[in-house]
């Protein structure tokens, strides 16, 4: 298996050659640029099913290990442990997501726009694979360029001019971390921070701005997934990483004051998700409340508890990649996500309705739900030694549940107006994928143990 993770960083950078020799203004130049992109996604699923296949849990070295020299003194590592095989395959089944939801929806610019996604699966892919951390710090600066690019472009909505500020800081504080890791080492705790903000940027704040204030969901339903959910990943991965991986040693520096300021920006978000109208700004703070759950665990003091953070962010990003998609749904019907504006939607669209009911149980971390084992982890593993978090986790999981089946029963009840009794129930491309999201994550609560054999793998403390 010599170089197949190389292949999964070069198989995108691949097809963006092929895009741009794609002909402009020919009737088939659109699905031939997305003929490629599918053809490159399905390609890096088909990878990384053969890379969990050869992936052996027992191991306590990464897989698959290559060592790259640029200059002298300048070595670069590929590898994967489980931690990184889990989020490269959670990635590439979003990609692979993205391009179906992308099938037949008509964009300006074909040519660009799937270059740019393709850009951005390269560089996804080489942050799951570097095991090194200037590598990946490389990447991580890197993937959120076409991720800004695909939402100025194709996102609608006015366009805030603080996006750009968020991606200077972004890069600017990874870049001062690379300089301040190589030329000072002493500086730990003052590069950790540094990353600290990157990954609080990208993982919690991007997908509430991104919703909020840019994509609507009358954009691409591809852009609206990968701007909320990719960003998702790459912040709880590299977040992971550096507290398990890369600068073990000074985790315990960080725990007190990650979990008070984590505690109090779910509380601020959940309070948030109450005030709001628009559906769709709901699950934007439904997202960054999950995201201070999931980091707060990973600073509990139980390897089990860290598993169950992990295993709340893989769960996470599927369930909401149907939730998205019901919003779209929504959208398309009414061209409204006003929760006190739609309602009665179960008489005129019965099947969405018991869809979205599905979802709606799923994301609450209903039993035998991906998302119902990781909070099970993190409680009974915290309830021993930190009893007060175990609580709040709980209170957490009444309090997401709370305000999402208070929107459902507001949007899906009651009578429904004369103008929503002509729209049509879902469709069965629809249904098919929203089913097809919410498998990963009841497969993720039924077969826990073949997914945690994984974690057993996890380089904690081994810096290369």
Sequence with gaps: MSHLLLLMIFVPLIGIAFTALVKRGEIRTAKNCKDIRAIIAASEVILCIIALFYFDKETSEFWGGELFSWLDGFNYYLGADGLSLLFLSAAALLFLFIIILDWNVKT???????????????MIMGMFVASDISLFTFFFIAFPIP????????????????????LLINTCAGALFL?????????????????????LIIGALF??????????AETSPAVLCATSTLPVLAGVY??????????????????????????????????????????????????????CIIFMGIFLSTTIAIEGAIYLSLNLVFIVTALLLCAHIIWERTTSLHIFEINGLFTTMPLFSSLFFIT????????????FI????????????EIFISLFLIFSMILTAIYLINAYQKMMQGASPEK???IKDISLKEGLFIILCLSFSFGLGLFPDWFLGFFDNLMIGGIL
Excluded: H
């Design 207 to 216: 997908p509430i701005l991104a919703i909020n204030n840019n994509a609507r």
């Design 374 to 385: 990781g909070y099970f982890l993190m409680i009974y593993e915290s309830f021993k030694d």
């Design 420 to 422: 929503f009794l002509d």
């Design 179 to 199: 300089i301040s890791v190589f030329s000072y080492p002493e500086m730990q705790i003052l590069s950790v921070t540094g990353l600290l903000f990157s990954y």
């Design 238 to 291: 590299g977040f992971s990483k550096t507290f398990i991986s890369y600068f073990y040693e000074v985790k315990p520096l960080f725990a007190a004051p990650i979990i008070i300021i984590a505690s109090l920006l779910f509380l601020f978000f959940s309070l948030k998700a109450f005030t709001q109208k628009d559906f769709l700004k709901l699950i934007s703070c439904f997202i960054s409340a999950t995201i």
């Design 147 to 166: 991720l800004f690019l695909l939402l100025k472009l194709w996102g609608v909505g006015k366009d805030k001019p603080y996006n750009n500020q968020l």
């Design 108 to 122: 300006r610019m074909t040519k660009e726009y799937n270059i740019f996604f393709l850009w951005l699966q390269s």
């Design 360 to 371: 709606v149980i799923t994301v609450v971390s209903f039993p035998l739900t991906g998302g």
